[in-house]
T-cell receptor
Framework: EAQVTQNPRYLITVTGKKLTVTCSQNMNHEYMSWYRQDPGLGLRQIYYSMNVEVTDKGDVPEGYKVSRKEKRNFPLILESPSPNQTSLYFC????????????FGPGTRLTVL | AQKITQTQPGMFVQEKEAVTLDCTYDTSDQSYGLFWYKQPSSGEMIFLIYQGSYDEQNATEGRYSLNFQKARKSANLVISASQLGDSAMYFCAMRVGHLTSYDKVIFGPGTSLSVIP
């Protein structure tokens, strides 16, 4: 089944403890993105990648890192999480330039205490 | 600044009636794309419809149509014959740079639609 998977789906952690949220897609898509969703703000793009080893900042990159070493994987790294990073995180992918629909993962609910 | 505005935090519609969800956008890019997504209470993001900035015809997908008025910078979603399953949060979004070297996507704050039996 063609899909975007995220792990973990739920995570409660403490301030300062490094964590990684994984994202993987099995559709051979070139483009991948990370978003965070907060009430009243909609989704905000954190980082995106247009190909392997090509990443760029979205609107809210502070406090996050990403890497794209393989086409299928696009992990989101929080080196030192803080409570203001408590949010719902979505990974998404799309085939590439000229293709419009983004395919979203199921979301990761992160709570930082 | 690139921005999406959705001025209706919440909307109610009677089942089988049509409803329009408003969206206005702001960008200085000449090439951009506009999207609508649906997010039911289960949380997944469902793609509904897309309109390119150079498309002359309004996009339609089944019961969904996008009323694109470029001069007014508006991209309203029209849902015809509402169903109970249409109750959800709806997000308008814009992609800029999709034919260039960047790929930014901006979402609006969303409109919560409730369909009344």
């Amino acid at each position: 089944e063609a899909q975007v998977t995220q792990n973990p789906r739920y995570l409660i952690t403490v301030t300062g403890k490094k964590l990684t949220v994984t994202c993987s897609q099995n559709m051979n898509h070139e483009y991948m993105s990370w978003y965070r969703q907060d009430p009243g703000l909609g989704l905000r793009q954190i980082y995106y990648s247009m190909n392997v080893e090509v990443t760029d900042k979205g609107d809210v990159p502070e406090g996050y890192k990403v890497s794209r070493k393989e086409k299928r994987n696009f992990p989101l790294i929080l080196e030192s999480p803080s409570p203001n990073q408590t949010s719902l995180y979505f990974c998404a992918s799309r085939p590439g330039r000229g293709y419009n629909e983004q395919f979203f993962g199921p979301g990761t609910r992160l709570t930082v205490l | 600044a690139q921005k999406i505005t959705q001025t209706q935090p919440g909307m109610f519609v009677q089942e089988k009636e049509a409803v329009t969800l408003d969206c206005t956008y702001d960008t200085s890019d000449q090439s951009y794309g506009l999207f609508w997504y649906k997010q039911p209470s289960s949380g997944e993001m469902i793609f509904l419809i897309y309109q390119g900035s150079y498309d002359e015809q309004n996009a339609t997908e089944g019961r969904y149509s996008l009323n694109f008025q470029k001069a007014r910078k508006s991209a309203n979603l029209v849902i015809s014959a509402s169903q109970l399953g249409d109750s959800a949060m709806y997000f308008c979004a814009m992609r800029v740079g999709h034919l260039t070297s960047y790929d930014k996507v901006i979402f609006g704050p969303g409109t919560s639609l409730s369909v009344i039996p």
